[in-house]
Every structure is written in structure tokens, then in C-alpha cells.
């Protein structure tokens, strides 16, 4: 069964602070991995990654994947409150948009 | 271009009654799919709609339907409503399936309450 699993399930943060969210999969027919950002309701895009060691960056936030220890992390830098949300990883599994998601990772960056 | 619309954004309903939501795709995707979130499970996958057919459905029973029309709207059932049905539904529009990743757009989703 495709299986992706997220940690911590929470954080707290200081503004400022950089911080680290986890994403592990095992999946057949691995493709590509997917993060997204939820504040209110719909889900937001962030990254998409298909290749291992190769980083995608938008402003402070980054992301890589490892196909061999099949995981991915986000970096969020100098985090503002504005960062507060959960953020969901997630697996095309079987067709393309058949998204298999992790259970989130709740984040807070408080003043 | 606007983006994926759901109906209604809220929906309080009793058990044993029936429920229909709709979602209104990004104007030129005709890919739908549909989503339960609820904070137990996460977002879990429903099915999938491209040209008015079913192309993937996930484990759920079969009191869950859908449907898509041929200007890709796209709408779900639920049948008999049970407690454990109160979620937020959100429906995701891409251009179209495949094996490579398309992204999806998702909309503000419809909470459902059932009583």
C-alpha cells in the first residue's frame, strides 16, 4: 500500500527561526513529489520534485528529495507568521492526479 | 482566469439524508478530482474525472458518487450520511490526466457538518 509519512506533526517557532519538515514515501512507480502549503482552505503549491539532489528554492523556502532514502525535506528560513499553516506533502500514485498525501505538518511561528 | 469554485462553502445536514456538492474547474481543465479532508485521516483521494468518465476512485464506499458533465463541471454524492462524513470536500482541476504530473489547482473546498 502507498504509505506517506510526515514529521513532526506540529511545530512551534520564533519568527526568525529556520525550520526543518520531513516527508518520507514508499510508493510504486515513483514519480514525482509534491508540497503544498494550506492556510484557510484550499490547498496552495509550493514545489514539485522528480529528481534526487536537486533543490528547488523560492525565496526563504526550499525543498529537496532523496530517491535513494526516499524522503524530502522543506526548509523554511527566517520564518515570519505569516508562514503559519500546515504544510502537506504528497505522491502521485496510480494515475497523475491521484495524490497521495501525508497527514500535514502543522506549523506556528509566533512573535 | 478564475480559479476551481465549489457549492455550497458550507452544508449542515442530518444522517441517513443525501448531499450533492458541486466543483467548477479552471476554465480549460478537464481533469476533476475530488478530495475528503478530515483532520483523523488527512486528505484522502475520492475519485478522479476526465471527459465525463470515471478514471480512478479510492477506498471509499460506494454511498460516494460522481459525476462530470461535458463542460467539465463535476459534481459528488454522498448517499445516507453517516457522522463520520463531516469533512471539508475539495475538489482539484488540472488540465488533463497522465503519467507525468500535471499540477492541480484546488478550490476553497465545502465543509460539510452532519448531525
Known amino acids: 500500500e502507498d504509505k506517506v509519512v510526515q514529521s513532526p506533526l506540529s511545530l512551534v517557532v520564533h519568527e526568525g527561526d529556520t525550520v526543518t519538515l520531513n516527508c518520507s514515501y514508499e510508493v510504486t512507480n515513483f514519480r514525482s513529489l509534491l508540497w503544498y502549503k494550506q492556510e484557510k482552505k484550499a490547498p496552495t503549491f509550493l514545489f514539485m520534485l522528480?529528481?534526487?539532489?536537486i533543490e528547488k528554492k523560492s525565496g526563504r523556502l526550499s525543498s529537496i528529495l532523496d530517491k535513494k532514502e526516499l524522503f524530502s525535506i522543506l526548509n523554511i528560513t527566517a520564518t515570519q507568521t505569516g508562514d503559519s499553516a500546515v504544510y502537506l506533502c504528497a505522491v502521485p500514485t496510480g494515475t497523475a492526479s491521484k495524490l497521495t498525501f501525508g497527514t500535514g505538518t502543522r506549523l506556528q511561528v509566533t512573535l | 482566469k478564475a480559479g476551481v469554485t465549489q457549492t455550497p462553502r458550507y452544508l449542515i445536514k442530518t444522517r441517513g439524508q443525501q448531499v450533492t456538492l458541486s466543483c467548477s474547474p479552471i476554465s480549460g481543465h478537464r481533469s476533476v478530482s475530488w478530495y475528503q479532508q478530515t483532520p483523523g485521516q488527512g486528505l484522502q483521494f475520492l475519485f478522479e474525472y476526465f471527459s465525463e468518465t470515471q478514471r480512478n476512485k479510492g477506498n471509499f464506499p460506494g454511498r460516494f458518487s460522481g459525476r462530470q458533465f461535458s463542460n467539465s463541471r463535476s459534481e459528488m454524492n454522498v448517499s445516507t450520511l453517516e457522522l463520520g462524513d463531516s469533512a471539508l470536500y475539495l475538489c482539484?482541476?488540472?488540465?488533463?490526466?497522465?503519467?507525468?504530473?500535471?499540477?492541480?489547482?484546488f478550490g476553497p473546498g465545502t465543509r460539510l457538518t452532519v448531525l
Open positions: 522528480t529528481s534526487s539532489g
Open positions: 482539484a482541476s488540472s488540465t488533463r490526466p497522465g503519467l507525468s504530473y500535471n499540477e492541480q489547482f
